[in-house]
């Protein structure tokens, strides 16, 4: 039983890991591309999973080497230094925690890749003291907090309610099947006891009607209930991260209250989740083949289910942020409907239009005072 719960754990940081440097190697260089950017600080909360006794390896080496090749890339490529912070949150007096701490400083000696921060505190001071951190800091600054629920035991509702401000983008990062196989079969031993406690954390999510409580829901419907959740009735936008077209053991969460970091968040997803993560240790480079080719998207029937009731532009690109869809993948798919005949556009006084009109999808026209257009699918009118 020992080795089957070790093998178990190791599982869980190889999922993570691989998953966390498949998505720092892509989102790294959208944020440093960014102008508005003056810092990016990276906070990583109780990740003392996989941690050997010498606080060699584990999920915080795997953020330090994604800042460090940041860091290379940005001197290879003679761009101007975006300042990087890396910040441990642990609990009060652990020694593995102590241990990863003073072996990231000793390789930061060597590459001097970014400022290092160690905070001991517990796990119900921890969100506290973070969300009065961000207060103080400027706008220009960006922050995201890296955070495996099943190393702590801080409650779901509890962090979200002190995360929902703009300063913050919040990866989540969740061993779902093993979470679903769990719901649907609660009395069996679970993978990790402390699964069993997350799960129960993540059913205080929702009200006890809820069809996330049926045992029917196949994976795909338990990852989509808990995407729907953790939106908090709209004052976040998610975005799920899998690694693979199929749903594989584990998945990234991703949050954000600003619309625009969720885009970016989007472009760093391997296109139409078509590309496996990486083994751990087998880093992707900053422009692989999976960023520079475009990708063309045929399938209309995600957008489709937007448009079976009539929408403006700003609510057809906010909508597709939450389903997953980049405003390029958005106007090709409106642009495909057009062409078939499918599709209706009228302008604000209900004039109907021939064209789409340029740039209506996207956060510039999302932010602007009224809509721009409307949008209805011709077999709803």
Same mark, same amino acid.
């Given at each position: 039983?020992?080795?089957?719960?070790?093998? /178990?754990?190791?599982? $869980?940081?190889?999922?993570?890991?691989?998953?966390?440097?498949?998505?720092?190697?892509?989102? #790294?260089?959208?944020?440093?591309? #960014?102008?508005?950017?003056?810092?990016?600080?990276?906070?990583?909360?109780?990740?003392? $999973?996989?941690?050997?006794?010498?606080?060699?390896?584990?999920?915080?080496? &795997?953020?330090?080497?994604?800042?460090? /090749?940041?860091?290379?890339?940005?001197?290879?490529?003679?761009?101007?230094?975006?300042?990087?912070?890396?910040?441990?949150?642990? +609990?009060?007096?652990?020694?593995?925690?102590?241990?990863?701490?003073?072996?990231?400083?000793?390789?930061?000696? *060597?590459?001097?890749?970014?400022?290092?921060?160690?905070?001991? &505190?517990?796990?119900?001071?921890?969100?506290?003291?973070?969300?009065?951190?961000?207060?103080?800091?400027?706008?220009?600054?960006?922050?995201?907090?890296?955070?495996?629920?099943?190393?702590s035991s801080v409650k779901i509702p509890d962090a979200l309610r002190l995360?929902?401000?703009?300063?913050?983008? &919040?990866?989540?990062?969740?061993?779902?099947?093993?979470?679903?196989?769990?719901? #649907?079969? +609660?009395?069996?031993?679970?993978?990790?006891?402390?699964?069993?406690?997350?799960?129960?954390?993540?059913?205080?999510?929702?009200?006890?009607?809820?069809?996330?409580?049926?045992?029917?829901i196949t994976v795909q419907d338990f990852c989509r209930y808990l995407k729907?959740?953790?939106? *908090?009735?709209?004052?976040? %936008?998610?975005? =799920?991260?899998?690694?693979?077209?199929?749903?594989?053991?584990?998945?990234? #969460?991703? =949050?954000?209250?600003?619309?625009?970091?969720?885009?970016?968040?989007?472009?760093?997803?391997? +296109?139409?989740?078509?590309?496996?993560?990486?083994?751990?240790?087998?880093?992707?480079?900053?422009?692989?083949?999976?960023?520079?080719?475009?990708?063309? %998207?045929?399938?209309?029937?995600? =957008?489709?289910? *937007?448009?079976?009731?009539?929408?403006?532009?700003?609510?057809?690109?906010?909508?597709?942020?939450?389903?997953?869809?980049?405003?390029?993948? &958005?106007?090709?798919? =409106?642009?495909?409907?057009?062409?078939?005949?499918?599709?209706?556009i009228v302008d604000e006084k209900g004039k109907r239009l021939p064209t789409?009109?340029?740039?209506?999808?996207?956060?510039?026209?999302? /932010?602007?005072?009224?809509?721009?257009?409307?949008?209805?699918?011709?077999?709803?009118?």
């Amino acid at each position: 039983m020992k080795k089957q719960l070790k093998n /178990k754990g190791a599982q $869980h940081l190889q999922h993570k890991m691989a998953l966390y440097e498949s998505f720092l190697f892509r989102y #790294l260089p959208q944020l440093s591309s #960014l102008s508005f950017i003056t810092r990016l600080n990276l906070f990583d909360l109780f990740s003392l $999973h996989g941690l050997n006794r010498h606080g060699t390896q584990g999920t915080p080496f &795997v953020i330090f080497n994604a800042l460090h /090749k940041q860091r290379q890339h940005q001197l290879k490529q003679q761009q101007s230094l975006r300042p990087l912070t890396l910040t441990l949150l642990s +609990p009060p007096a652990e020694p593995l925690a102590n241990g990863a701490f003073e072996a990231l400083q000793q390789a930061n000696l *060597l590459s001097n890749s970014c400022r290092l921060n160690h905070w001991s &505190v517990s796990a119900g001071e921890a969100l506290k003291k973070l969300a009065l951190h961000l207060q103080k800091m400027p706008a220009s600054e960006k922050n995201l907090l890296f955070f495996d629920l099943a190393d702590s035991s801080v409650k779901i509702p509890d962090a979200l309610r002190l995360l929902t401000g703009k300063k913050i983008e &919040v990866i989540f990062f969740l061993p779902v099947k093993a979470l679903w196989q769990l719901h #649907l079969h +609660p009395h069996k031993d679970s993978p990790l006891p402390a699964y069993r406690s997350l799960k129960q954390s993540l059913d205080q999510l929702f009200p006890a009607e809820h069809p996330y409580f049926s045992d029917e829901i196949t994976v795909q419907d338990f990852c989509r209930y808990l995407k729907e959740a953790f939106r *908090l009735e709209g004052r976040f %936008y998610t975005a =799920l991260e899998t690694g693979g077209e199929e749903l594989s053991e584990a998945a990234l #969460l991703c =949050l954000s209250a600003d619309a625009f970091m969720m885009e970016k968040m989007l472009q760093a997803f391997p +296109p139409a989740q078509a590309n496996a993560a990486p083994p751990a240790g087998q880093q992707l480079g900053f422009f692989s083949s999976s960023m520079e080719e475009p990708v063309s %998207y045929t399938d209309t029937s995600t =957008l489709e289910a *937007l448009l079976s009731k009539k929408v403006d532009n700003k609510q057809l690109y906010e909508e597709g942020l939450q389903a997953g869809l980049l405003p390029a993948r &958005v106007m090709e798919g =409106l642009q495909s409907l057009l062409e078939k005949g499918q599709l209706e556009i009228v302008d604000e006084k209900g004039k109907r239009l021939p064209t789409i009109p340029p740039n209506c999808i996207g956060f510039t026209a999302f /932010k602007a005072g009224k809509p721009g257009c409307y949008f209805n699918l011709k077999e709803n009118i």
